[in-house]
């Protein structure tokens, strides 16, 4: 048997949104907004992507020795990994300054256990427990134009004008998030190590036995969901501000675990 709680996630832009799609020569947009089945959507990965980092920055926050400049030996299996083979420059500062893994997560070959952050959405080679969904909604786009001044004349370089599609402020995007609470087959119970032969250390940081399932969604799921202040892209031009709210809407048992 395996039991599942849903959760309903509403999204409001506070400002104009945009979160990118595939060019559509019919729309005759340079820069569309993301569609899927003829609906605007905030995609699932972006909202992942989002979602993650919070829960980084938590870690971070939270369990990162600032004084000593490093991670305790007890608190070690929290420090958050990239998941990325190939690390920008500034990625690896972090990485030699310490506040993240030197090596992403993955299974097998986990030889330094699986992080929260990826206990919680998936790491490589191994599924998470939380299904982050797409998130829909029926308003229209709304089409603005952006141009390149002549550094001189300080007037608009002919031939410069870009169509670009952007949702409008107060548009609400609603999805419906997964979080697997237990699986009986495999023998996974949220808040509970997962028995992997082929790592290590595996869920070390869950060893100690405080952290409840209620726990874990409250801290790292419905708080760091809430975090989230930005999504999208044309920040510098005063995109991307949302307000998200997540709350439950049922527990269900079902046969098949979440993709």
């Known amino acids: 048997m395996i039991t599942i709680n849903r959760y309903t996630v509403t999204a409001t832009s506070i400002s104009p949104l945009r979160i990118g799609g595939k060019e559509d020569p ?3 947009a340079d820069n569309p907004v993301a569609v899927v089945g003829g609906r605007i959507c905030l995609p699932g990965p972006s909202l992942k992507g989002a979602l993650r980092g919070e829960i980084e920055r938590h870690l971070n926050d939270s369990f990162y020795d600032r004084s000593g400049k490093k991670w305790l030996a007890d608190k070690l299996a929290f420090q958050p990994c ?3 083979a190939k690390l920008s ?3 690896q500062r972090l990485v030699r300054e310490g506040r993240y893994r030197a090596r992403a997560c993955r299974y097998p070959d986990g030889g330094d256990g699986i992080c929260p952050a990826c206990y919680i959405l998936g790491a490589q080679g191994l599924v998470g427990f939380a299904s982050i969904p797409f998130l829909f909604t029926d308003v229209r786009y709304d089409e603005l134009y952006s141009a390149r001044l002549e550094r001189t004349s300080r007037t608009v370089m002919q031939g410069t004008n870009r169509s670009y599609q952007l949702v409008p402020p107060d548009t609400k995007f609603l999805g419906i998030l997964q979080i697997l609470i237990s699986d009986d ?3 996974w119970q949220l808040g509970r190590p997962r028995a992997l ?3 290590a250390k595996g869920d070390a940081w869950l060893a100690g036995g405080e952290w409840s399932s209620q726990k874990i969604i409250a801290e790292f799921v419905l708080s760091r969901v809430q975090a989230i202040q930005n999504l999208g892209g044309y920040r510098s031009k005063g995109f991307g501000n949302v307000e998200i709210s997540i709350e439950q809407k049922s527990e269900s048992k079902a ?3 979440p993709q």
Do not use: K, V
């Open 26 to 28: 019919l729309s005759e």
């Open 82 to 84: 990239i998941p990325s």
């Open 89 to 91: 420059r500034d990625e």
């Open 185 to 187: 087959l495999l023998g």
């Open 197 to 199: 032969e082929e790592s």
């Open 255 to 257: 046969q098949a675990a």
